[in-house]
Nanobody, 124 residues
Framework: QVQLVESGGGLVQAGGSLRLSCAAT????????MAWFRQAPGKEREFVAA????????RYIDSVKGRFTISRDNANKMLYLQMRSLEPEDTAVYYC?????????????????WGQGTQVTISS
């Protein structure tokens, strides 16, 4: 079992930046695929980005490519999402998730552990 706690959300103007963090605890935290999802009001939970256990492979949804960067620090069991050039459409609750395995899957049902979420609001 992996426990996840997100932080770093907030309110920023369009064009601004934010860095989300996710602290992981648990025996398998460093050997898990890690990902960020988001959920806007009235919408389904959406995949944003995922990273392999060693950090060498990443995957992004098209709408954030070139603006968001996912990274991890296995020594400290931390996951990050650096977000730049933020747009109002990025407004959502952002969730950290983990799963065992090697595939950078984009479906929420494939992830076993979830954080409580952190709110990101982008004003126009």
């Amino acid at each position: 079992q992996v426990q996840l706690v997100e932080s770093g959300g907030g309110l920023v103007q369009a064009g601004g930046s934010l860095r989300l963090s996710c602290a992981a605890t648990g025996r398998t935290a460093s050997s898990s695929i890690m990902a960020w999802f988001r959920q806007a009001p009235g919408k389904e939970r959406e995949f944003v980005a995922a990273i392999s256990t060693g950090g060498t492979r990443t995957r992004y949804i098209d709408s954030v490519k070139g603006r968001f960067t996912i990274s991890r620090d296995n020594a400290n069991k931390m996951l990050y999402l650096q977000m730049r050039s933020l747009e109002p459409e990025d407004t959502a609750v952002y969730y950290c998730a983990s799963r065992l395995g090697t595939a950078l899957v984009d479906t929420p049902q494939e992830y076993d552990n979830w954080g409580q979420g952190t709110q990101v609001t982008i004003s126009s």
